[in-house]
């Protein structure tokens, strides 16, 4: 993976609804970028709640990628 | 190099069985302070949904954070309370109706400790440890769970 | 004739094993309207008393009173909780260090009302039901236990 | 057992001290002289924290003791 890529890993019903569980995308700067390009691409994404981790810490409001971060698109949890 | 204590493995492929239950609550007849165990248990239920009745539930995680949540919480309930012990398991892959899905168990010498403990884990799991649930229908159809 | 329902039976002569717990716990996997259980298990603990150290604990009860009592608090904790399934179990006679002495089992749709509701059924055994534990102490003396 | 007499049975610690489990007493009609019974006979008790059942159920200040009640000396709960 290039330094300039980002890792996106994706869970549960996200998944399903972006039909992958792994996108590579090119380098965003923040979390703001990164949904703007998400609901753009998966339009359904908009009607649907989730969160976002980066480095498997939860991002709240608008947050900023480490370049080479691993982030993750988790729906609400249901374990238990 | 950091050293640290490292999360330990909570998850266990499908069901938790009652017997490996015996078998932790067994092992700790040689821990003599003992005073009170206080245990949960998660079971998967035959809910009726649109369409049919839940016959199973399929667990998945992303485990890498989900340890790493898990032995967050741990750390915390450990500070709060005077515990002795205190195990979480957390069922992946497929549970089936009446099965166990989750495993949390906490000991202390006195019970409250151990029940206030286990009941804030429980919640704190749900609530903050990235697993789902999708529940699959006797019609082939499935809906993902979501905690309240 | 007067008909109503009559007391269950809460004693267990000896140690309450983990295998009859296992097994009380599995019978529940037919009843696929419950989602959370809660269990709590009382242990004998190794204190240190004046002139030495527990080995274990010799219960006593007014059996009839009991089981007055326990249907008593059941039918009570019944009223209060939507749950499913409630089980009592008490040691008589001796139970060593280690050992389980006490069985508190509740199942319910949701897991408040089964963890609320053993909590609340653990406390009203220990101040309500009329049992008494004498430590036996490796010092072949006795000291009879007193709840707080 | 007569009908002018009174079971008593103990328990526990009140067992130990008063040096049997039961007790046949001729009848008396309320716990406050049975009570005066009790400390007369075995002064110890006057130093012990106990409660009394009447046909098994807890008596609370001075209670009547019906004819052929079952009384029950019971010091203080330690199940569990």
């Not at chain 1, 019903?13 to 691409?41: C, F, N, R, S, W």
Request: proline share 4%.
């Amino acid at each position: 993976m290039a330094l300039t890529s980002i890792q996106v890993i994706a869970f549960g019903m996200i998944a399903e609804k972006i039909k992958t569980k792994e996108l590579v995308l090119e380098y965003m700067p923040d979390t703001e970028v990164l949904l703007g390009y998400l609901y753009q691409q998966y339009p359904d994404l908009q009607h649907t709640k989730f969160s976002i981790a980066i480095n498997k810490k939860m991002a709240v409001g608008k947050t900023a990628i480490p370049v080479g971060a691993e982030v993750a698109l988790l729906p609400p949890f249901s374990g238990g | 190099m950091e050293t640290k204590r490292s999360p330990k493995n909570i998850f266990v492929q499908g069901p938790i069985s009652p017997e490996s239950i015996a078998k932790s609550i067994a092992n700790h007849s040689t821990k003599t302070d003992i005073g009170g165990h206080s245990i949960f248990l998660g079971q998967v239920r035959a809910d009726e949904k649109e369409g049919g009745k839940v016959t199973a539930i399929e667990y998945t995680a992303y485990e890498d954070m989900a340890l790493e949540k898990a032995f967050e919480i741990r750390e915390a309930i450990f500070a709060k309370y005077p515990l002795s012990c205190m195990h979480i398991y957390h069922s992946l892959g497929e549970v089936k109706v009446g099965e166990i899905c989750l495993f949390v168990f906490t000991s202390s010498k006195h019970r409250k400790a151990a029940i206030d403990a286990c009941e804030e884990l429980v919640e704190r799991i749900k609530k903050e440890v990235p697993v789902w649930g999708k529940e699959l229908i006797d019609n082939d159809g499935s809906v993902w769970k979501e905690n309240l």
